[in-house]
């Protein structure tokens, strides 16, 4: 019998830039802050930001609701941030460490 779950109003599902194919479910309203913070740290243009850089800046503005005390934010942000790559929304400049910006449909 296959596995079956239910989609749900409360739930989203997201890609992975890193392993195309991949779709997982998640918390929709984590996902949702987390990208809408992300997304308003991250610079129109390469080079970008550092994800250590990113976090620092986007802390502040999750909700302790969802993230009580940055609690899994990592994993958050991780996850937003493969989904978000997946999707064209933002890109990795190819510099090392990684550096991220929105992308512009541009570049």
């Given at each position: 019998m296959e596995n079956f779950m239910p989609k749900s109003e409360?739930?989203?599902?997201?890609?992975?830039?890193t392993s195309p194919g991949r779709v997982k479910c998640v918390d929709r309203a984590k996902y949702i802050a987390m990208r809408?913070?992300?997304?308003?740290?991250?610079?129109?243009?390469?080079?970008?930001v550092t994800v250590p850089d990113a976090k620092k800046?986007?802390?502040?503005?999750?909700p302790d609701t969802l993230f009580p005390g940055g609690n899994k934010s990592g994993w958050w942000l991780?996850?937003?941030?493969?989904d978000l790559e997946a999707k064209g929304v933002i890109k990795?400049?190819?510099t090392s460490?990684?550096?991220?910006?929105?992308?512009?449909?541009?570049?």
């Open positions: 409360d739930k989203i599902e997201i890609e992975n830039f809408d913070a992300l997304l308003s740290v991250l610079p129109a243009r390469s080079p970008g800046a986007l802390l502040p503005s999750l991780k996850a937003v941030q493969l990795r400049a190819t460490p990684i550096r991220l910006f929105r992308s512009t449909g541009k570049d």
